[in-house]
């Protein structure tokens, strides 16, 4: 992507990586006068930024030539304003934090000093004149990219899964030792504790199965309740399952109480028959007898898998009132993304996804927005109807319906397609 920063003129944020723009050429005037070969980078508050380019030159010394003088930057030149070159003729400062000499390719480690991956690319971000430092790049991707075979590297992932980067916010790196002569290269990743309820479930999880179990137990434990249910479902078994050893079983029953029952047996279903009854005994006697039938494959009624925590408004909602509304109804939550209209006899009218809800007109009703020719589950339906209905329709949630079209529950995708545990054959 184009990245351009004209002196004195406010610009529009765009982004690139080190790769992209190491190597290029260099020009005052149009004319070239070397080629780009490394960046120093000032360590601020939130992410660091880019002070000098060091410039290579095919006769003459090294260029060390500050930011301010850029008129142009892109993956393809670097354009620098007119004027003087000779003040800034010299090698960088000893003490320069140079991004590729001291960043690029240096093994990334966690906070006990456990090596987790190298640093193959250095994302970057222009804004407003200012060129920050905001990602490390530990993927095989990045490392593709850096050999420039990013072509290849999409090819190869869309034979599989989707491409996972595994960029890693600066804001998650201690600052680089102020003596750069005891600094070899590793860069330590920080989590702090002021820090963690900023970090999505799923990224969160990655950084914990990076860690030693004491240091786990302790910041998992400073999760809010919620979020630390959301967390301990994403991370994988075995780290799941010596992080719920590793808790009082009243921690554990709490998270396992904000969960929906598909996902509550999905992590009960790791630990020994002990220690799950111990957990079980906590909870709510219907909501255990629930998890207890999915665990035990004694009963596979998706009634079972179904939550009461959906939003439902009624028909004569208009679609602002229930624009309005949908924040403070979707908090704590299990299904956010369709609407049920719902009578108020506990009939079902009709679903709205919540993309349709939000392109709707503000004057309109409900009722006239809806889709009535839904598809839903019946109270005996089985988990294998469920997962074949899932399947076939590629809906994110189906609700629960008796012969009254009264709406029972509502199951969640997640409930039934990615159980680790896999009742379905």
Known sequence: MDAKAKVGTPVMEASFFLSEILGVRVTVDKKAIGKLDDLVIKEEEALPVVTHLVVSRPFGETAVIPWSAVANMDPKAVALSPGDLAPFVGKPDDRAVLLRDHILDKKAIDMDGREMEVVYDIKLVLRN????????????????????????????????????????????????????????????????????????????????????????VQLFDALEAEHASDTLEEIEPSVQRDLVESLPVEKVAQLVDQMTTGQAADVLSILSGSEANGILKLLDPENAQKIRAIMDHHEERILDYATQEYIGFPPGYTVEKAQDEYRTAAKGKDVVMYIYVVDPQGRLLGVIDIKELLQAEDNALLKDVLVDNYISLEPDSTLKEAYEMFARYDYRALPITDQERKILGVVPYRDVMNLKHRFVE
Request: proline residues 5%; hydrophobic residues 40%.
């Open 129 to 216: 004149g200012t060129l920050y430092v905001s990602d490390v790049d530990l993927s095989r991707y990045g490392l593709l990219r850096r050999m420039g075979l990013s072509g290849l590297a999409n090819w190869f992932y869309s034979l599989g899964e989707t491409i996972r980067d595994k960029t890693i916010s600066w804001s998650y790196i201690q600052p680089l030792p102020e003596d750069l002569g005891s600094f070899r290269g590793n860069l330590r990743f920080k989590v702090l504790k002021e820090k963690l309820a900023d970090i999505e479930p799923v990224d969160l999880a990655d950084i914990f199965e990076e860690m030693e179990p004491d240091q786990r």
